[in-house]
């Protein structure tokens, strides 16, 4: 079955720097990829989504990239603020009804 | 906005009761999902329904079923609760887009505890 690997360790950064979380996968490439930001106790949120064909997607200050040859989506926050602290889940679609999601990488950014 | 609500936030049960876990949201949204999330595993999908009394196994369906009577209300049933299904449940819903690129909408979770 496919496996997501997101970093279990939190990933500790000052105020200001760019965030970058990691998601890897294997076997084969989703048709699409999402980002979901989720707080303690609450629901996942949607952030970005980035279709197979693309490369990069951005809103705002985040960006997401793609790239299915390293099996790897890389999700940065530029300009980051304690109010980004969250823990950041990738998401990918297969087909129909098949969305697999990794665990989550817990972000803290530190005033 | 799109409201996903749970029935329940937090949940007590003992082992061998029947559990029902609702789930209702207001967007006329077509797909519903409930995912179970325990540390460690991400979430893992139990059941998906794209339609009103249409249900499919997601990767983890043992030990659950479904209901979909109504557009708006997807039911989670544990026919008979055990220790291991103590894990927070997530619902679900989403818009069945024609370009597949379907944001799911998320409820708050429910905690479920099973003694």
């Known amino acids: 079955s496919q496996k997501i690997e997101q970093n279990s360790e939190a990933l500790n950064i000052q105020e200001g720097k760019t965030a970058t979380l990691t998601c890897n996968y294997t076997?084969?490439?989703?048709?699409?990829l999402q980002w979901y930001r989720q707080d303690p106790g609450r629901g996942p949120v949607f952030l970005l989504l980035i279709r197979e064909n693309e490369k990069e997607k951005r809103k705002e200050r985040l960006k997401v990239t793609f790239d299915t040859t390293l099996k790897q989506s890389l999700f940065h926050i530029t300009a980051s603020q304690p109010a980004d602290s969250a823990t950041y889940l990738c998401a990918l679609r297969y087909n129909f009804n098949k969305f697999y999601f990794g665990s989550g990488t817990k972000l803290n950014v530190k005033p | 906005d799109v409201k996903v609500t749970q029935s329940s936030r937090y949940l007590v049960k003992r082992t061998g009761e029947k559990v029902f876990l609702e789930c209702v949201q207001d967007m006329d949204h077509e797909n519903m999902f409930w995912y179970r999330q325990d540390p460690g595993l991400g979430l893992r999908l139990i059941y998906f329904?794209?339609?009103?009394?249409?249900?499919e196994k997601g990767d983890i369906p043992e030990g659950y079923s479904v209901s979909r009577e109504k557009k708006e209300r997807f039911s989670l049933i544990l026919e008979s609760a055990s220790t291991n299904q103590t894990s927070m449940y997530l619902c679900?819903?989403?818009?069945?887009?024609?370009?597949?690129?379907?944001?799911?909408?998320f409820g708050p979770g429910t905690r479920l505890t099973v003694l």
């Open positions: 076997n084969y490439s989703p048709a699409y």
């Open positions: 679900a819903s989403s818009l069945r887009s024609g370009s597949g690129a379907d944001t799911q909408y």
């Open positions: 329904s794209y339609d009103v009394k249409m249900k």
